[in-house]
């Protein structure tokens, strides 16, 4: 079975500082994760993805996020954080050979302050 | 580009009532996946479809259905309508595995936002 633990389902951070959300996976076959951003009563938007290429991998609004497999871990990260990067931020797990379906985290909102 | 499209956006019913919801994936895309999202929740897996087929059935109850027409539009079907199943219902589109392996983007449509009174 296939799963991802987000650590920390509220975040708070000060504009201009370090963004770090946390996931870790659980996957018996290699994974391919995932990163998805949803602002309020809005759709999925794909921020990341990493498909067992390059283990640091750069997605879009400035955040990337680095695979490592001795920590099982898969954490998004972006060095200065800006008030439109408030919302909630979803790790997702697909399983090789699991038909493409996705395993979503329970979500990380995060929180940018003045 | 041209993106998933859901429709209705919002639907409001009441309590053992049925819903339809439809989804139209990008061009070309000929796997569709439902996925439900209950208020402060994960989106959970529903269903997902390929070439009309069912290809794989997560935690879909089973007063829903759902199928894929030949145009590869989805509909998800919903019965018996209870307080439970008000939830923001996305539908994502792909294109199909090339290797059991693979992986293909999913592209996730706006949902549609079902509210059960």
């Known amino acids: 079975a296939q799963s991802v633990t987000q650590l920390g389902s509220h975040v708070s951070v000060s504009e201009g500082a370090l963004v770090l959300l946390r996931c870790n996976y659980s996957?018996?076959?290699?994974?391919?994760l995932f990163w998805y951003v949803q602002y309020p009563n809005q759709g999925l938007q794909l921020l990341l993805k990493?498909?067992?290429?390059?283990?640091l991998v750069k997605g879009i609004n400035g955040f990337e996020a680095e695979f490592k497999k001795s920590e099982t871990s898969f954490h998004l990260t972006k060095p200065s954080a800006h008030m439109s990067d408030a919302a909630e931020y979803f790790c997702?797990?697909?399983?090789?050979?699991?038909?493409?379906?996705?395993?979503f985290g329970t979500g990380t909102q995060l929180k940018v302050e003045l | 580009a041209a993106g998933v499209i859901q429709s209705p956006r919002h639907l409001i019913k009441e309590k053992r009532e049925t819903a339809t919801l439809k989804c139209y994936p990008i061009?070309?895309?000929?796997?569709v996946y439902w996925y439900q999202q209950g208020p402060g929740q994960d989106p959970q897996f529903l269903i997902s479809?390929?070439?009309?087929?069912?290809?794989d059935k997560g935690s879909i109850p089973d007063r829903f259905s759902a199928q894929q027409f030949s145009d590869y539009h989805s509909e998800l079907n919903m019965s018996s309508l209870e307080l439970g199943d008000s939830a923001l219902y996305f539908c994502?589109?792909?294109?199909?595995?090339?290797?059991?392996?693979?992986?293909?983007?999913?592209?996730f449509g706006p949902g549609t936002r079902l509210t059960v009174l």
């Open positions: 061009p070309r895309h000929d796997t």
């Open positions: 996957s018996s076959v290699p994974p391919y």
């Open positions: 997702a797990v697909s399983l090789t050979g699991g038909g493409n379906k996705l395993t």
């Open positions: 479809f390929y070439e009309k087929m069912q290809s």
């Open positions: 994502a589109s792909s294109l199909a595995l090339e290797r059991e392996d693979s992986y293909n983007e999913q592209f």
């Open positions: 990493y498909t067992s290429a390059a283990t």
